[in-house]
């Protein structure tokens, strides 16, 4: 039953797509929609509602009304390259402060992303001075590191997703649960104050949250873009990580979220070139 979990929750993505589109929609068009029973429809709106997505009605669900308006979509994001050019001086800063962190002989696991790239970019600069292992699911993290190979490098594999530059599937999973990580550096979507940290799409969260569960460390890297915002797949509450690397113009209230939850945060400066 567990290998039709990740198409029950982009099935789920799917339906919520609909619903705010359309503003509502009845468990009988969702069925029919999708070729499912009606059963199947209830416990998908079942499933929505306990995320805070959806209200579910008689004979059907309707968005809920208190939604944020910078509620973020896999079709709202935009293409990697366009957001690699977003706030680019803060990502700068935030991949310097990062590199920090890693020591010789760690195992590193990069997150696919535009910030998860400048922490690539920082590791690079740096790495004849000591030797780690970095591990990624995304394309451009590993070619930066083995063509040509400065340190030893482990591609985790899958299908490519768009706009991530980063692969995702069960292979992915079972391949990444068979080791063991110092250090996480990872990227969000979004972090919401209710919500958490999200993802716009299921199988990367799902990839996040099982890296989470092997590394000895996981540090959040996301810039003040990433607050407020709410994306549709829940990763993990803002509590699960052990730091947050951030840049100087991360809002007071995150901050003061943040120490709540116990989670350090680190402002780095902005680096311009």
Known sequence: MTHDLPLARQRQQQIYQQVRESSGCTTRALAQRFGTSTMTIRRDLETLERQGLLQRVHGGAVLRSDVPSNHVLLSDE????????????QKRAIGAAAARLVEPGMTVYLDSGTTAMAVARALHAQAARHSFTVVTHALNVACLFALPR?????????????????????????????LNYDLFFMGTCGVDPVAGLTNT?????????????????????????????????????????????????????????????????????????
């Open 78 to 89: 935009q293409p990697y390259l366009t957001r690699d050019e977003k706030a680019a001086a």
């Open 201 to 273: 799409n299921v199988p990367e969260a799902e990839l996040k949250q099982a890296v989470h569960e092997r590394s000895a460390r996981t540090v959040l890297i996301a810039d003040r873009h990433k607050w407020p915002v709410r994306a549709l797949a829940p990763v993990l509450p803002l509590s699960a990580v052990q730091g947050w690397i951030s840049d100087a113009g991360l809002p007071q209230n995150a901050q003061q979220h943040a120490a709540a939850h116990h989670v350090p945060v680190s402002l780095a400066q902005e680096v311009f070139l």
């Open 150 to 178: 400065t340190q030893r490098v482990i591609m985790i594999g899958g299908e490519v997703l768009e706009n991530t530059a980063g692969t995702a599937s069960a292979t992915a999973l079972r391949q990444l649960r068979e």
